[in-house]
């Protein structure tokens, strides 16, 4: 599995290059931030766009990933969840992101009742995702949904950046990105 995980994760960097720097500038990470990867797998992206962050932590629902982000990645704290139901204290982050990992969350209105919870006042939620138009085939759908124990469901831009605003986020934005797009806004 460890070594499926990390070609996967080289593919996925590799094929996102250019996004990841995007996200760089969007997070600008600085030595006073906390940052929150949900869905970060083993942290391969992760650590090209947090780096500098005073704390990086990943959330990941998959044990795997996560034992092998730990074993690859030290500086960065990995913990097993669900962004359903984030296992930290309100308030505890200055950035949370998801890259590419929006369209897996079963219950995606509570996992942005989660992450705005552990957002802290005037944070920043950055999310990479990939449009419908973009999306896998059927059956790549089908198998994803299988291999994450959910269906996925791509939304369009204006549709994520609705979700957001009516969870109180402000200053929500979209962007396009290279082969996805970025929906960004404050708590």
């Known amino acids: ?17 250019s996004e990841l720097g995007m996200l760089r500038d969007l997070v600008a990470p600085s030595a006073g931030l906390r940052l929150l990867d949900v869905g970060g797998g083993a942290g391969a992206a992760t650590e090209r766009f947090a780096a500098g962050c005073r704390e990086i932590v990943v959330l990941e629902p998959e044990p795997r990933k996560v034992a092998l982000g730990r074993r690859l990645r030290p500086a960065i704290r990995f913990e097993h969840g669900r962004a359903e139901a984030i296992p930290f204290p309100d308030r505890s982050f200055d950035r949370i992101v998801a890259v590419v990992a929006f369209h897996h969350m079963e219950d995606q209105d509570r996992a942005l009742v989660e992450m705005r919870r552990v957002l802290r006042d005037s944070g920043r939620i950055v999310l990479l995702e990939l449009p419908p138009a973009r999306a896998p085939g059927r059956f790549a759908r089908w198998l994803g949904g299988f291999r994450h124990a959910a269906p996925m469901s791509f939304l369009e831009p204006d549709a994520i950046k609705a979700k957001l605003e009516a969870h109180g986020f402000r200053d929500v934005v979209h962007h396009p990105g290279i082969h996805g797009y970025f929906v960004s806004g404050t708590r």
Do not use: D, P, T, Y
Not at 3 to 17: D, H, T
């Open 1 to 17: 599995m460890s070594l499926g995980v990390r070609i996967q994760e080289f593919l996925s960097v590799r094929k996102r290059a």
